[in-house]
């Protein structure tokens, strides 16, 4: 077990389980500050509470002490406090689980559904595969969008945006893989062909943020903006849905497309760190970094032919991983930590990372890759 895996399932997990897990009312923090793992927010998401959801599932499949009570909590809070009478889940939460915001985010409603798959592997799974048809059915009906894809929230809001589409293709993929249902697949395969036909930016091979109701590239301050983690993060996706449907050779050029990429345009020159945005022609919109690009880099390296930057990529995210189980969030232009509290939703991409079975993370504990 490398290091990185090591201080997830034995520092990081506990730690959240203890102290990001709102035993008495039944839900999950918001953040853990750096000093004393303190939360003041005054209200919960549901993004939260289904990334947690589905943190601490992969948890209790790891063998991690507690985390079953704890995705038992997720669920029950989903498909009780945040199902909505007429489907899909509320938004937004007070302190006490009662829904303040019943407005239908797309993003929202697909963690919810990578939660159901998640929890299905660890409990009884026939009623969260209801929940989970259920739910694919209200996002078909309701969501769907006569330009193609889906609708950001209800009602509909621009600009549009790949990214709830990206998660949505996540969560396809996993109802598909625990539950079996080919209408899981069917999606995914319309996903991927909105991604590949719309969001691949054919000069550079990237894929733009932003866009008009048509689907038309949406500009920001003049500027059409390429996340790097999320060319990183369709890359994987794009290799998870050749493996689950066996896609032709488009869906791969397209993925190793997204990667040369980020290889020209998407790596800090100094600290060797994904940035946060640049423009299509590679030039940078932003020198900063945050910590889930590097936990996508990971993922899209470990799938990549060849496999010769998953050391770099893991050794790059140990050094943003804290002794006491917390990470740095965010770094400046120039690669120092900018503080703050570690926000839950984090979680999510370390978890989803670090308990790959890629080979830096496979490696007996004290190899020099991923070392916090």
Known sequence: MSPSRHWLLHTSLPLWIEHGVDWRAGGFHEYLSRDGYRCDASLRRLRVAARQTYVFSRARAAGVPGAADAARLGV???????ALPSGGYATGFDLAGHPTDTAADLYDQAFVLLAFAAA??????APLRRAALALLAHILGEFAHAAGGFAEALPARLPRRQNPHMHLLEAM????????DAAFLTTARTLVTLAVERFMHPPSGAVLEYYEEDWTPHPVDGAHVVEPGHCCEWAWLLHEYQGASGADADVAAAA??????????????A????????????GVLALTSRLWPQTERLKAESVRPGGAGVARAAARLGAWLLPDGLWVERRDAEGFDLGGPAPASSL???????????????????????AP
């Open 120 to 125: 299905a592997e660890i409990m009884p799974p």
């Open 173 to 180: 993929l996993a109802a598909h893989r625990v539950f079996g």
């Open 271 to 282: 600290t060797g760190d994904l940035i946060d945005a640049v423009r299509p022609e590679g």
């Open 256 to 269: 190793a497309g997204l990667m040369a990429f980020v290889d020209r345009h998407g790596v800090h020159p």
């Open 348 to 370: 999510y991409h370390l978890t989803c990372a670090l308990l790959l079975d890629a080979p830096a993370l496979t490696a007996p504990a004290g190899a020099r890759t991923s």
């Open 76 to 82: 029950d809070f989903l498909l009780g406090r945040a």
